[in-house]
């Protein structure tokens, strides 16, 4: 083992998956991010969180997902998507072979609003140096955008949710492709709507390489 995945490792980071020039690219600059995230006093939401949800998995995969905002077990737990829409949307990448190691999970603004309501455009702006600079160092093939709150504030688009699916977006000025999928917590309230997931999994496989 390196001196760098030793000292990782001390750290309680998973090291097992990484080589020393991915270590020597970007695991660094990441835990520095995590460590000025779990320290924010940005806004509001700073004054109610248990914990800062930065995210979770594999900080080099070709796929990022980003969510909407922590719920309450999330805030407990520090861990983006547990529960039953966590254990949905583990279920939907198992779908397509495909673990939650695989990729890298986020939201929009990394601790939980009250009452699980939507984070304000305040909250998601004070947020929003994380999440650019998480996008940065992942540098993914793909964006999964889950939900109407994750839309709007990569997208900057009002359009719903209808018609953003099935449409390959793009992130800001780069060539990064963006999707749009149904929040699993919507899939949950909506199970007839469960379909469009398949939909929008085979729509991603068709037209983005992932590999």
């Known amino acids: 083992m390196s001196r760098k995945k030793e000292l990782l490792s001390l750290m309680n980071i ?8 991915v270590i020597g690219k970007n695991i660094f600059c990441f835990e520095d991010l995590k460590l000025d995230a779990d320290n924010c006093q940005k806004c509001i939401l700073a004054k109610t969180r248990n914990k800062v949800v930065f995210g979770k998995g594999n900080n080099n995969s070709k796929i990022l997902i980003i969510g909407e905002a922590p719920g309450k077990e999330e805030d407990l737990t520090a861990e983006p998507f547990v529960g039953r829409a966590g254990k949905l949307l583990t279920e939907i990448l198992l779908s397509i072979k495909l673990t939650r190691d695989d990729v890298y999970i986020t939201n ?40 109407k709150v994750a839309a709007e504030r990569i997208l900057n688009s009002s359009e719903p949710m209808a018609s953003l699916r099935q ?22 309230r909506s199970p007839n709507e469960k379909r469009k997931v398949w939909e929008d999994l085979i729509f991603m496989r068709e037209n983005i390489n992932v590999s």
């Open 108 to 147: 929009t603004v990394k601790c939980r609003p009250p009452e699980n309501r939507n984070p304000s455009n305040e909250e998601i702006k004070s947020c929003a140096s994380y999440l650019d600079q998480q996008i940065e160092l992942i540098s993914p093939k793909v964006i999964i955008l889950l939900g």
């Open 167 to 188: 449409k390959i977006h793009s992130y800001k000025n780069t060539n990064i492709p963006t999707l749009v999928f149904y929040h699993p917590a919507y899939l949950l």
């Open 14 to 21: 998973d090291v097992s998956w990484l080589n020393d020039d």
